[in-house]
């Protein structure tokens, strides 16, 4: 394979990881949004922030494997690998959180408050299954 159709494939799949990491990353923050409660504006300058530090990893990918060129295929790879981890990776782990911590927005300190209480009573339970 030429040097050059080796670059440009390095290239195509060095964006579609680019583009699924940094969907997962909006997943873990789209998380956070979802277990603590976030008003209108932090929201907001929450995107902001991240998307401007989302654009760091864009350019230097762009710069250093395509020299600063940006090519269409190159944003259609970022776009495809965001699209196959929001359709492919990430319903299942959301179903699974659903049904792990319900589909309400949880309250974390009462749910740790419940899971502390379920450990104390067993706890209890088998201290006094061993003195009898």
């Known amino acids: 394979?030429?040097?050059?159709?080796?670059?440009?494939?390095?290239f195509l799949l060095v964006t579609l990881c680019c583009g699924m990491a940094l969907i997962f990353c909006y997943e873990i923050l789209r998380f956070l949004r979802w277990m603590f409660r976030?008003?209108?504006?932090v929201i907001w300058i929450?995107?902001?922030i991240y998307w401007a530090v989302a654009?760091?990893?864009v350019f230097y990918i762009f710069f250093v494997y395509n020299?600063?060129?940006?090519?269409?295929?190159?944003?259609?790879?970022?776009?495809?690998g965001a699209w196959l981890y929001e359709n492919?990776?990430?319903?299942?782990i959301r179903a699974r959180l659903v049904k792990i911590f319900g589909s309400h927005k949880p309250n974390v300190l009462k749910l740790v408050k419940n899971k502390l209480k379920k450990h104390i009573k067993r706890k209890?339970?088998?201290k006094n299954q061993q003195k009898c």
């Open 124 to 126: 209890d339970k088998n």
């Open 46 to 48: 929450e995107d902001i």
């Open 67 to 80: 020299d600063g060129e940006i090519r269409w295929y190159g944003v259609l790879m970022l776009v495809m």
């Open 1 to 10: 394979m030429s040097e050059i159709i080796h670059g440009q494939v390095t």
């Open 55 to 57: 654009a760091i990893p």
């Open 88 to 92: 492919g990776i990430s319903r299942p």
């Open 38 to 41: 976030h008003m209108g504006a």
